[in-house]
């Protein structure tokens, strides 16, 4: 079984070992903004003291925008109980939406959001090539050898 809990000073320093494991950098880039996200608010699923799932997000004025979502075990509920999660926190802080960026390549993303409600709400072309000027490390090609070139912006309003 797993147990689902908020991301505290006690286990910040697993969710920095977990999210270098996943992502090589805490840094995030969506729509030119750089996030470290191991400084984020987010939740984790847990199964006997190991993350098998994290998701961060960011609430700013009235929008909640989740900047990244992980699960180590796909198909298991993982991800979707994380995603609401966090828009159960954004419904109690009076967001009226919650918001992410995938990049083109990431089709099991943008199946999955879709699955979860979300709606592609923009298409920002070539904003990877940017945002690569903010971190590097952003590969050239990604799932399926897809070149990684642009952002979908997904929402669900509240």
């Given amino acids: 079984m797993f147990e689902f809990i908020e991301i505290d000073e006690k286990i ?4 920095c070992n977990f999210i270098a494991e996943n992502w090589g950098s805490p840094v995030m880039v969506s729509r030119g903004k750089k996030h ?4 984020l608010p987010g939740c984790l699923a847990m199964r006997e003291n190991d993350i098998i799932g994290l998701i ?11 900047v990244s979502l992980d699960s ?9 109980k994380l995603i609401n ?7 109690k802080s009076n967001c009226r939406r919650v918001w992410l960026i995938t990049t083109n390549d990431n089709t099991k993303a943008i199946r999955f959001y879709q699955k979860r409600g979300f709606n592609m709400k ?7 090539v940017k945002a690569r000027k903010i971190k590097p ?14 952002e979908i912006e997904f929402e669900k309003l509240l």
């Avoid at 961060?56 to 989740?66: A, G, K």
């Avoid at 180590?72 to 979707?80: C, S, V």
Wanted: net charge negative; hydrophobic share 40%.
């Fill in 85 to 91: 999660l966090v828009i159960d926190k954004a419904r």
């Fill in 12 to 15: 910040r320093k697993k969710v």
């Fill in 36 to 39: 470290f996200i191991d400084k």
């Fill in 56 to 66: 961060t997000y960011n609430i700013i004025d009235d929008e909640c925008e989740i």
């Fill in 122 to 128: 923009a298409l920002h072309l070539n904003a990877v």
């Fill in 137 to 150: 490390e952003i590969p050239l090609y990604g799932f399926d050898n897809i070149p990684i070139l642009h």
């Fill in 72 to 80: 180590n075990q796909e198909n298991l509920g993982i991800g979707t």
